[in-house]
């Protein structure tokens, strides 16, 4: 573990450094208090030194609001975000966020033995770390930003997002993707199943690959599927879904296995809702949307065709949004699934629902306007078929 290092009150100290996307201990940390004005904070951590809160928490918070509005300002006065192509302008926009989270990273806290927050008027933070860390292993250094969206996360899962189409609320853990977006969750709700589960329910199987809180899972089995495994590579998503299946008394239904992508043996379905966008993820969370290469769409093609039993579907859950920003094309998915043996049997497309796709304001809103979220329905091609 990385070591950061300051002085206070005249003598050295150090601390063990944690960042859940692996950003590098800051080499440079000077103590900051209530005294710390705004303007020297923004000045001192686009320097690259990062600030070790020992004030108020509520003024860190503050602080830290203020740091992102001089971001978003000079962000305005520079590159505001608009290229001369999607890809240009979606590239544009990547590097204005990885520029502001790097700047804001840099304003500190430290974590006692037990993950006790000791600053002025701070929040009983014990137990959203210990849900997001683990057992406490000493004193720790982390970005205040990280631990406001250890705290959020801690309220999500405590309280649960409601899943119309399910009938009930999942439970997300820290670092697993939410089903907020309800349009991928309805087409996998509104889609006939495969004939072969069909024609003989209680032996029919499903898988679903990658499946972060278990929520398609959970829809699979309470639309009768009798045993579905839930994959995922990511530990927190094995320990979210597991948890899940037991919140809705589906534990029964659903093996939770991992971590890997493709289970043991053969099923009737097999879904995948994989990240939408071939770019590197800036965050634990953003791993649900962010897959470098497309790697897990090519691994779950690939593989699809050496699980399914005979008559079985592969369900791909894709949005095109890749497509209108230029990141990847029609061609070249179609082309994917032609040479993975595949054929397509059918497809259902949903346009989205969310706020995203009607702020004008956003730097890549035509791609978000133009965005249509599919189903696509695969199966084995026949031997000689072309």
Same mark, same amino acid.
């Given at each position: 573990?990385?070591?950061?290092?300051?002085?206070?009150?005249?003598?050295?100290?150090?601390?063990?450094?944690?960042?859940?996307? !692996?950003?590098?201990?800051?080499?440079?940390?000077?103590?900051?208090?209530?005294?710390?004005?705004?303007?020297?904070?923004? #000045?001192?951590?686009?320097?690259?030194?990062?600030?070790?809160?020992?004030?108020?928490?509520?003024?860190?918070?503050?602080?830290?609001?203020?740091?992102?509005?001089?971001?978003?300002?000079?962000?305005? #006065?520079?590159?505001?975000?608009?290229?001369?192509?999607?890809?240009?302008?979606?590239?544009?926009?990547?590097?204005?966020?990885?520029?502001?989270?790097?700047?804001?990273?840099? =304003?500190? +806290?430290? =974590?006692?033995?037990?993950?006790?927050?000791?600053?002025?008027?701070?929040?009983?933070?014990?137990?959203?770390?210990?849900?997001?860390?683990?057992?406490?292993?000493?004193?720790?250094?982390?970005?205040?930003?990280?631990?406001?969206?250890?705290?959020?996360?801690?309220?999500?899962?405590?309280?649960?997002?409601?899943?119309?189409?399910?009938?009930? #609320?999942?439970?997300?853990?820290?670092?697993?993707?939410?089903?907020? %977006?309800?349009?991928?969750?309805?087409? +996998? /709700?509104?889609?006939?199943?495969?004939?072969?589960?069909?024609?003989?329910?209680? @032996?029919?199987?499903?898988?679903?690959?990658?499946?972060?809180?278990?929520?398609?899972?959970?829809?699979?089995?309470?639309?009768?599927?009798?045993?579905?495994?839930?994959? !995922?590579?990511?530990?927190?998503?094995? /320990?979210?879904?597991?948890?899940?299946?037991?919140?809705?008394?589906?534990?029964?239904?659903?093996?939770?296995?991992?971590?890997?992508?493709?289970?043991?043996? #053969?099923?009737?379905?097999?879904?995948?809702?994989?990240?939408?966008?071939?770019?590197?993820? @800036?965050?634990?969370?953003?791993?649900?949307?962010?897959?470098?290469?497309?790697?897990? =769409?090519? @691994?779950?093609?690939?593989?699809?065709?050496?699980?399914?039993?005979?008559?079985?579907?592969?369900?791909?859950?894709?949005?095109?949004?890749?497509?209108?920003?230029?990141? %990847?094309?029609?061609?070249?998915?179609?082309?994917?699934?032609?040479?993975?043996?595949?054929?397509?049997?059918?497809?259902?497309?949903?346009?989205?629902?969310?706020?995203?796709?009607?702020? /004008?304001?956003?730097?890549?809103?035509?791609?978000?306007?133009?965005?249509?979220?599919?189903?696509?329905?695969? !199966?084995?091609?026949?031997?000689?078929?072309?």
């Amino acid at each position: 573990m990385s070591v950061i290092r300051w002085t206070e009150n005249s003598s050295p100290r150090s601390a063990p450094w944690h960042s859940e996307n !692996a950003s590098p201990a800051p080499r440079r940390t000077l103590v900051a208090d209530d005294r710390m004005k705004a303007d020297d904070a923004y #000045r001192l951590t686009c320097e690259g030194t990062a600030l070790l809160w020992r004030g108020d928490f509520h003024n860190a918070r503050q602080l830290l609001q203020a740091i992102g509005r001089r971001v978003d300002r000079r962000a305005d #006065r520079g590159t505001p975000g608009f290229g001369t192509s999607p890809s240009e302008s979606f590239h544009l926009h990547r590097r204005g966020i990885r520029h502001r989270a790097r700047v804001l990273g840099r =304003l500190l +806290v430290l =974590l006692d033995d037990d993950h006790t927050l000791a600053l002025r008027r701070a929040p009983d933070v014990r137990q959203a770390c210990l849900d997001a860390y683990g057992p406490s292993t000493g004193p720790t250094t982390v970005s205040l930003k990280e631990l406001l969206g250890v705290m959020g996360a801690r309220q999500w899962r405590a309280k649960g997002i409601d899943v119309p189409a399910l009938g009930a #609320r999942i439970h997300p853990h820290y670092g697993v993707f939410a089903p907020v %977006r309800g349009e991928y969750v309805d087409l +996998v /709700a509104h889609t006939a199943l495969p004939s072969a589960i069909r024609h003989r329910p209680a @032996t029919g199987a499903a898988f679903d690959l990658g499946t972060g809180t278990g929520v398609l899972a959970a829809l699979l089995a309470r639309r009768g599927i009798d045993r579905v495994v839930a994959t !995922a590579i990511n530990p927190r998503a094995l /320990a979210c879904a597991g948890e899940n299946a037991h919140r809705l008394e589906l534990a029964d239904r659903i093996e939770v296995s991992g971590p890997g992508l493709f289970p043991e043996g #053969r099923a009737d379905l097999i879904v995948c809702n994989p990240p939408w966008l071939p770019a590197r993820p @800036t965050s634990p969370v953003e791993q649900g949307v962010y897959d470098p290469d497309g790697a897990m =769409l090519h @691994t779950f093609l690939t593989g699809l065709s050496a699980h399914l039993r005979p008559g079985g579907e592969g369900w791909l859950i894709l949005s095109d949004l890749a497509e209108h920003l230029g990141l %990847r094309t029609r061609r070249q998915l179609l082309a994917a699934i032609d040479a993975s043996g595949l054929r397509i049997v059918g497809k259902a497309d949903v346009k989205p629902r969310h706020p995203r796709s009607r702020d /004008a304001t956003d730097p890549l809103h035509a791609a978000r306007k133009a965005e249509v979220t599919s189903l696509w329905r695969l !199966a084995v091609r026949a031997s000689g078929s072309a």
